[in-house]
Each structure stands twice: as C-alpha cells, then as structure tokens.
C-alpha cells in the first residue's frame, strides 16, 4: 500500500501549483498516477517558457526571478520536504513540468 503524509505533499503540491500559475503560462495541467509497484507520481505542467536558468541554481536557497516578489524558497523547501517523504523533484522543459 502506499503512505506518505498528506499535509507535506499537499505544501509541496501546492506550491508547485502556485508557481505554475505565477510564472508558467496557461493552461496549468496536473496529473497523478500509481505505478503497479505503489507509487505515486504528481507531474504539474504548463505551457510557459521554462525556468530562465538551468535547475540545479533555480531551487538553490534563496534564487528568485528579478521582478518576482517571492523569497526563492520554494523548491528548495519542496525538495527537503520530499527528501523526508521519501520522494524527489525533477524538472522538464517543453512543456514545463515538475514532477513528483
């Protein structure tokens, strides 16, 4: 069977739903699915350009776009969130997407 704390995945859902909407581009498309070996894969989508630096500086501590009133702390807290659940974060471009 599959566990994981609801409440962190859904801060890590969430916030990765936010940034999409705030710096992707429409439409937002999020999908899940369980695997046959019970896991769980969330991927976020959007049809913006992608991340304006290669990922590994995006989700550092503190990065954030110029203009973004953001801190740059959310996908380095999504990372170390999933970390404890068990679980990573990568990143695709065309179309954008996270995925769990």
């Not at 801190?71 to 999933?82: N, Q, T, Y």
Request: with cysteine; aromatic share 10%.
């Amino acid at each position: 069977s599959f566990m994981t704390d609801p409440y962190w995945l859904g801060v890590v859902v969430e916030n990765i739903l936010k940034n999409a909407v705030r710096h992707g581009k429409s439409p937002v498309v999020i999908r899940w699915t369980f695997t046959a070996s019970q896991s769980l894969t969330i991927a976020v989508s959007d049809a913006g350009p992608g991340l304006e630096v290669d990922y590994k500086k995006a989700r550092q501590f503190g990065y954030k776009k110029s203009a973004s009133p953001c801190l740059g702390l959310g996908l380095d807290i999504c990372e170390a969130v999933l970390q404890k659940l068990g679980g990573t974060l990568a990143y695709s471009a065309r179309p954008t997407t996270f995925t769990i």
